[in-house]
Every structure is written in structure tokens, then in C-alpha cells.
């Protein structure tokens, strides 16, 4: 079934257990090979309300949101560590019975999949990655500074903890969000029981949960296509480079006008690139 709409503009009426609590999902299409699409933080599926109908005119498109994120629980005392997501996306497969699908993954998406693959023997016929975490020192920034002072952030009052949000949501993009956007990326957020869940799951991303698969990144077999925005201000230029040169026989393509989010800033130049074949390993 696919994404439905409501006041938001995005539905996932599908609903799968995991260990801690309800993960929600659709699939688009359905005539064509399966392509999986996995967002990152702080964001949703909805990341994709854009790209993925355009790319079910000629794929099955499948879109969840992790758990603790958009639709999906949010609950105190989650495991929502890169490891556990992974584990988690590699079942997600399975559970689908999808043996090797396309995976196309952005920010922390990045790392999950990688994980997945490498660790967790989660099989893929191609992968796309773009602006993501992959390795490497990523803990950076306004990310740092939560990681290490989540009980702060935590007790900040409502409206400043949404001021915070919203500004890094706006760093994402290059272009710029529009309000509506903005405004939905937002909405799992808000209140007490969302600023806290922003904190849990930023609390919990951590370098030591890439390092593990770091090694293995150049042996990675199957064909990898690597999108990265020149003006992203999130994972900067350098990040593409640095995961290019683990990866080498990648395809790497940079995205002129665009930063973190090219979902948001470059929809139909990323529908391009997703509908071309990913050159095989030469």
C-alpha cells in the first residue's frame, strides 16, 4: 500500500514490531525492482514525499521511519544506536523479503546501511549514499555539544528548544525550507515528550558504532554511487572525499547548488541520478 495523505501530506499505514515498539512503512509502486529509501536525523520519510512517487512510476519504492522518528514509536528507554538501526533495517529487509534490493541513503542513513551490510550480512544489489554519515570524526558541531551535555539541552524551556530545532533544520538546506516544510519536519518534536525523544536519540549516535565496519568499506563489492551537495554545511565537502577514497571504486557525482538535503534542493537532479544504473565495480 502506498503513503497516504493527511493534514501533513504524508502517511505510512503500514506497521511492523521491532524489539522496541512499532515501525511505520509504505511501498509506491509495484511494477518495477525494489529500491529501498532511508532517511536520517532529525528528520522522516517525508524527506522523500517528492522523490519516491517519481521513482515508483518505474521502481517499487519502499519508505519507513526509524524508530524513534516521525511516525514510528518514540518512547523512553529505545535502543536507537546506529547498531540496533541497523539490525533493525537488516530484519526490516526480511521482513519485506526484499533479497537485494537498491538501498538509497542519506546523513545518518548512511552509516545504518553501511552497518547493516557489512555487520549485519543485510544483502543490497546496489547502493546509493549522499551526504551522510559513513566514518571517520563526525561527531561535530551542535552535535558534539548535545552529545556531551544532553541534560541541558533537555531542560531547555519549549520555545527555545523549538528555535534550536528549526535553525539546524534550515542549515540542512541550501535553498531554504518552506514554512509548511519546516513546519511538519518539526511536529515530532514538539512538546515535552518530543523534545525529549530529540535528545534520546541524538544521545545515542556515537563514532564507535562506524569505527567497527571503517576497515571493511574497501571491500564492498557491489556497485556504490555517491551523491554529495557542494554547499552542504552539515557534512561538509570534505566527508564525500573522505568516504570516496574508502570506497574507491565508487561513482562519485557532486551536486552543484545543493547542501545536505537534496531531497529539498535538488529533487529532480537526485531522481536523475536514482533512475540511471549504478556502473558496476570495475
Known amino acids: 500500500m502506498g503513503a497516504g495523505q493527511d493534514g501533513t501530506g504524508w502517511v505510512l499505514p503500514e506497521a511492523v514490531e521491532t524489539d522496541d515498539g512499532v515501525v511505520r512503512w509504505a511501498r509506491l509502486g509495484g511494477r518495477g ?63 519485506w523479503g526484499l533479497e537485494a534490493p537498491s538501498v538509497v541513503a542519506n546523513d545518518i542513513g548512511g552509516a545504518i546501511v553501511l552497518r547493516a551490510h557489512l555487520l549485519e550480512e543485510a544483502r543490497y544489489g546496489d547502493l546509493t ?22 541534560e541541558v539541552f533537555a531542560a531547555l524551556p519549549g520555545y527555545a528548544h523549538e528555535a534550536l530545532v528549526a535553525a539546524h533544520l534550515r542549515n540542512a538546506s541550501h535553498r531554504g525550507l518552506r514554512p509548511e516544510v519546516l513546519d511538519t519536519y518539526l511536529a515530532p518534536w514538539r512538546g515535552a515528550d518530543g523534545q525529549a525523544a530529540y535528545y534520546r536519540q541524538y544521545r545515542q549516535l556515537a563514532e564507535a558504532d562506524t569505527r567497527p565496519y571503517e576497515p571493511l568499506l574497501a571491500d564492498i563489492s557491489i556497485p556504490v554511487r555517491l551523491l554529495w551537495g557542494r554547499h552542504d554545511r552539515i557534512l561538509p565537502p570534505e566527508y564525500g572525499t573522505w568516504l570516496h577514497e574508502h570506497i574507491p571504486h565508487a561513482e562519485m557525482h557532486w551536486i552543484d547548488d545543493a547542501g545536505h538535503l537534496l531531497q529539498e534542493d535538488a529533487p529532480a537532479r537526485l531522481v536523475a541520478h536514482l533512475l540511471a544504473d549504478v556502473p558496476a565495480p570495475r
Open 33 to 95: 525492482e525494489p529500491m529501498v529509501l532511508v532517511h536520517g536525523t532529525p528528520y522522516s520519510s517525508y524527506l522523500w514525499r517528492d522523490v519516491a512517487p517519481a521513482l515508483a512510476r518505474t521502481r517499487t519504492v519502499y519508505v519507513f521511519d526509524h524508530l524513534g522518528y516521525g511516525q514510528s514509536d518514540q518512547h523512553e528507554g529505545q535502543d536507537l544506536t546506529l547498531a540496533a538501526q541497523a539490525r533493525r533495517f537488516a530484519r526490516l529487509l526480511e521482513h
Open 129 to 150: 549514499i549522499f551526504d551522510a554519515v559513513s566514518g571517520g570524526r563526525w561527531e561535530r558541531g551542535l552535535f558534539a555539544l548535545m552529545r556531551e551535555n544532553p
